[in-house]
């Protein structure tokens, strides 16, 4: 509501926490469910709309992270350019780019892990559905068309990964030709939260795919899965609402009130 926060920053910003609230809620909601009832079972069509939404979610929330890098680097490399470059319909183009990018690869990666017959059993060693524990389930060597897909979405991601680093070369660049160290430190800190939440998601990330599979055993997957399925979505609010000086001011207030009331 406020018209300090109508800035393309935060349009991104809340368009990703509707990311991560769907991401949440489709691993962390069913999980509870099934604890709450002491079950351990999921419908089929359930498990294709988990690993569909799980796929589409992730990738929706990295190409935005991607589009983020692009705002910081106009913000500070090119700010006389910020209004006609990031104007409001540039950003609701961008943004729903990532929403399709993520929707497509979803749908790609659902539609060719469940034409594979599966005839291992019907036991996922995991506490919400995979491309990987899906894919032990399978017959034989089918699986091969999943590997290009893998290969294609691997560069793609890469080189959304080396064009957040590029921009980054050039925030940092920018940022230290600034002369007074005030300015500098402003530059900075509007970048960290972005910084921080991309190396959290990007490590998590490449932990999971360089982890080798004879290693895995169901505890060890399910401490590997947690970070990246559960813990960047939810540090992510965390980790913005600490940098806003809105935020920490009512934080503020609330932390002398309770002093106050407390004598
Ligand atoms: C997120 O972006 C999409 C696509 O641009 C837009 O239609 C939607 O309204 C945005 N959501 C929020 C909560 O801003």
Not at 46 to 73: H, K, N, P, S, W
């Amino acid at each position: 509501c406020d018209h300090c926060l109508h800035t393309p920053l935060y349009f991104f910003l809340l368009n990703r926490s509707v990311l991560d609230l769907g991401f949440i809620s489709t691993i962390v909601l069913k999980a509870m469910a099934n604890s709450l009832w002491n079950s351990r079972a999921i419908s089929y069509s359930g498990c294709v709309t988990q690993l569909f939404l799980f796929y589409f979610l992730a990738i929706a929330e990295y190409a935005l992270l991607t589009v983020m890098a692009y705002d910081r680097y106009v913000a500070i490399c090119k700010p006389l350019h910020y209004g006609t470059l990031l104007g409001s319909r540039a950003c609701v183009h961008m943004a729903a780019a990532a929403w399709s990018s993520g929707f497509l690869t979803g749908l790609l990666y659902t539609a060719n892990t469940f034409v594979i017959p599966l005839c291992q059993g019907n036991a996922v060693d995991q506490f919400f559905c995979e491309i990987p524990q899906i894919l032990k389930l399978s017959c034989s060597h089918l699986y091969l068309r999943e590997i290009w897909l893998l290969l294609v979405s691997v560069s793609l991601a890469f080189g959304c990964f080396v064009f957040i680093v590029l921009s980054y070369v050039q925030i940092f660049r920018t940022a230290l030709r600034i002369p007074s160290v005030q300015g500098q430190h402003k530059a900075f800190s509007t970048c960290l939260p972005h910084l921080i939440v991309v190396s959290l998601f990007v490590s998590t990330g490449i932990f999971t795919c360089l982890k080798p599979p004879s290693i895995s055993s169901p505890s060890l997957d399910l401490v590997v899965s947690f970070p990246y399925s559960v813990v960047p979505p939810a540090v992510n609010p965390l980790i913005y609402s600490t940098r806003n000086q809105e935020l920490k001011d009512a934080l503020l207030n609330l932390e002398k009130w309770l002093l106050f009331h407390q004598h």
